[in-house]
C-alpha cells in the first residue's frame, strides 16, 4: 500500500491536537491565593475548606481570614471548589446559607470577575481567594494545598 | 353568574398582580440598600418570597381551593464580627402564610456566638440569645426559601400547623466540631424557653380556648452530626423536649393541665455531582395530665417519614421528588381506632397524610430561583386545624399545585 503524500501533515497535526489537549488541564488549572502578607506557604486541604466553608476564621498567626469567592455559577468557582477543594459548589452554598441564615455564621464576600478577585485579595490583609494560573501576578501569594 | 365567575377572576388577577408587584419591588429596591458600604465586619442580607397555592380541595395556605397568593415570607438578616472570635446576628422575619400567620415582624433569631476556640482538628464555643433549634436537616433555616429542598418542607416533619413549637427558643448553646480521617462530628446542645402560639394551642388542646398555653420551664434541645470529608454524606440525630402549661379559665370545656412533648429526628443525606437523596424519620410522643377525660387519654406518639431525591438537569435546573407519610398515632396508622374514639365523627383520613411530590426548580440567577410543584395526598392529618376548622368535612384525596418565586442578597 502507498503511503499518503498527506501523511506527514496529518501525523503533525494529530501531535498538534493531542498536545494541545494535553496542555488543558493545565491552563484550566486553579490555585489558591492570599494575600501578600499571609505567613504561610501551604495550608492543609482540611484548612483550606474549613476557610473555605466560613469555619475557620483566624491563620494560624492569629489574623482575622477574609474570603472572597466567585459567583456560583462562574466557572472558576465552580472548578476550583470541585479539583481543589473537592466539594461541589451547591456543597459550599448551603453551608454558608445555614449559618448566614441560622446567625452562626457570615457569607464570604462574592467578587464579579477574576480581576476583581485578584485586585481584592491583593489589598485585603488576611485575604484568602482562588485564581486561575495565568491570572496570577507578584500582587498576591499562590499557597500550595497539602493533600 | 357571569358576573360572579368575571369578579372571581378580577379578584385573582388583583392579587396575581399584587404579589408580582411585591416581589419586583423588593428586587428593583434591594440593591440600592446593598450599595451602602457598611464596612468589612458588617453584613446585610435579605430574602423575598411569593408563594401561589392551588389545591383541588380543602384549605392549605389560606383559600387555596381558589388559589391563594397568601404565602409570603421577607426576611432582612444583619450580622457584625466584633472580633475573629464573636459574631453576632440577628434576622426579623415576616411570614404571611394563610390563615396561620399574619406577616407581623418577628424577631426570628438575635444570637451572640462567641468561638471559644477553633482550629483545624477541632473547634467549640457558646451562643446565647434567641437560637434556632438545631432539629433535622431543615429547622434552623425553614423560612429562607433558597435553603429549602422544595417549596414547602415535608409536613409530616416539619409541620406549619405548629411550627413555633420548636422553631427558636430563648436561651444558651454549647456546639463544637471534631475532625478525623473519616468525617466531621459536631454536636449543638442547649436549653431554653420555647416560643408558643395559638396554631400550638389548636393542634394539640384541639382549639384557641380562653386560657392560655404557656411553656413550663426550660425545653432541652440536642443535635449530634457527622459529616464524610467529601461532604457526600451527613448524618444527624437530633431532639427536643417541651413541656407546655394550660391554666384554664371559665367557659374552657377542659381542665388545667400539662402537655409533654418529645421530639426526635434521625436524618441521612447522600451527595452525588448531579443528584442526591435525603430522608428523615420522625417520633413524636405526646402526653396530656390533668386535663380530664376529654383530653387524658389521648396520649399517643406521633410519626413521619420521607424520602426525597433531586436529579440537576442543568447547572441550574433540577428535578425532585419525595413521598413522605405521617401518622397521628404510629399505633393506629389507618386512623380506625382514632375515628372510632369520636364514634366516627372525625373520619379515619383525618389522623394521617401519605403523599408524592414532583417538583422543578429553576436558577435563574444565583440570587433569583423560581419553583413549581405537584402534590398527590391521600389524608389530611397534616392540615392546620384553624384553615380548616370542620375536620369531618375534609376531602381525602386532594392535589396540590403550587409555584413560588424568591428573591435573596
Aim: hydrophobic share 40%; proline share 4%.
Amino acid at each position: 500500500m502507498r503511503k499518503s503524500p498527506h501523511s506527514g501533515v496529518v501525523r503533525g497535526i494529530a501531535w498538534s491536537v493531542l498536545l494541545w489537549l494535553a496542555s488543558l488541564p493545565a491552563l484550566a488549572e486553579q490555585a489558591l491565593v492570599a494575600h501578600a502578607g499571609a505567613g504561610v506557604e501551604q495550608l492543609s486541604l482540611n484548612t483550606t475548606r474549613l476557610m473555605f466553608s466560613m469555619q475557620l476564621e483566624r491563620w494560624p498567626d492569629g489574623n482575622a481570614v477574609r474570603v472572597f469567592v466567585l459567583p456560583d455559577n462562574h466557572p472558576v468557582h465552580r472548578d476550583f471548589s470541585k479539583d481543589r477543594l473537592k466539594l461541589y459548589p451547591r456543597q459550599l452554598r448551603r453551608v454558608w446559607d445555614r449559618q448566614l441564615y441560622s446567625g452562626t455564621g457570615q457569607a464570604p464576600e462574592t467578587v464579579a470577575d477574576e480581576a476583581a478577585m485578584r485586585k481584592a485579595v491583593a489589598e485585603t490583609p488576611g485575604a484568602i481567594g482562588y485564581l486561575s494560573r495565568e491570572m496570577i501576578d507578584d500582587t498576591v501569594r499562590e499557597l500550595q494545598i497539602d493533600r | 353568574m357571569t358576573q360572579s365567575v368575571n369578579c372571581r377572576l378580577t379578584a385573582r388577577l388583583g392579587r396575581a398582580v399584587a404579589g408580582a408587584g411585591l416581589v419586583l419591588a423588593l428586587c428593583t429596591r434591594v440593591p440600592v440598600a446593598m450599595a451602602v458600604d457598611w464596612g468589612d465586619d458588617f453584613q446585610v442580607h435579605g430574602f423575598a418570597t411569593q408563594g401561589f397555592v392551588e389545591t383541588t380541595d380543602n384549605r392549605f395556605f389560606g383559600d387555596s381551593d381558589d388559589g391563594s397568593f397568601n404565602f409570603t415570607e421577607l426576611g432582612i438578616n444583619v450580622s457584625y464580627r466584633a472580633t475573629p472570635s464573636l459574631l453576632l446576628a440577628g434576622q426579623l422575619l415576616s411570614r404571611s402564610a394563610g390563615d396561620m400567620y399574619d406577616g407581623s415582624p418577628t424577631v426570628d433569631f438575635a444570637v451572640a456566638d462567641w468561638t471559644v476556640s477553633s482550629d483545624q482538628e477541632s473547634g467549640y464555643g457558646i451562643k446565647l440569645g434567641r437560637i434556632k433549634n438545631p432539629l433535622g436537616f431543615y429547622n434552623e433555616t425553614r423560612d429562607v426559601a433558597f435553603t429549602r429542598p422544595s417549596i414547602f418542607l415535608p409536613q409530616v416533619i416539619y409541620f406549619d400547623a405548629v411550627r413555633n413549637l420548636l422553631l427558636s427558643s430563648d436561651g444558651a448553646h454549647v456546639y463544637g466540631r471534631y475532625s478525623t480521617d473519616f468525617g466531621t462530628w459536631s454536636f449543638d446542645v442547649g436549653a431554653g424557653i420555647t416560643r408558643l402560639d395559638e396554631n400550638v394551642e389548636f393542634t394539640f388542646l384541639g382549639n384557641d380556648f380562653n386560657g392560655e398555653l404557656e411553656p413550663r420551664g426550660l425545653s432541652p434541645v440536642a443535635r449530634i452530626a457527622f459529616e464524610t470529608p467529601d461532604a457526600a454524606w451527613r448524618f444527624a440525630l437530633s431532639g427536643a423536649s417541651t413541656t407546655m402549661k394550660f391554666d384554664n379559665e371559665p367557659g374552657d370545656p377542659i381542665g388545667g393541665g400539662e402537655v409533654d412533648i418529645l421530639y426526635g429526628v434521625a436524618s441521612a443525606q447522600y451527595t452525588a455531582e448531579r443528584w442526591s437523596l435525603t430522608a428523615e424519620y420522625m417520633q413524636q410522643p405526646v402526653e396530656y395530665d390533668g386535663f380530664g377525660p376529654l383530653l387524658d387519654g389521648r396520649d399517643r406518639t406521633i410519626e413521619g417519614y420521607y424520602l426525597q431525591g433531586s436529579y440537576m438537569l442543568r447547572n441550574d435546573l433540577e428535578l425532585i421528588a419525595r413521598y413522605s407519610a405521617g401518622f397521628g398515632d404510629r399505633t393506629d396508622r389507618d386512623g380506625s381506632e382514632s375515628s372510632a374514639a369520636t364514634f366516627g365523627t372525625i373520619p379515619r383520613h383525618v389522623f394521617y397524610q401519605k403523599d408524592w411530590m414532583l417538583g422543578l426548580r429553576w436558577d435563574v440567577t444565583p440570587s433569583f430561583m423560581l419553583r413549581a410543584e405537584y402534590q398527590w395526598n391521600d389524608g389530611t392529618g397534616t392540615l392546620s386545624r384553624r384553615e380548616n376548622p370542620s375536620l369531618s368535612t375534609t376531602v381525602r384525596n386532594w392535589e396540590m399545585f403550587s409555584l413560588l418565586g424568591s428573591y435573596r442578597f
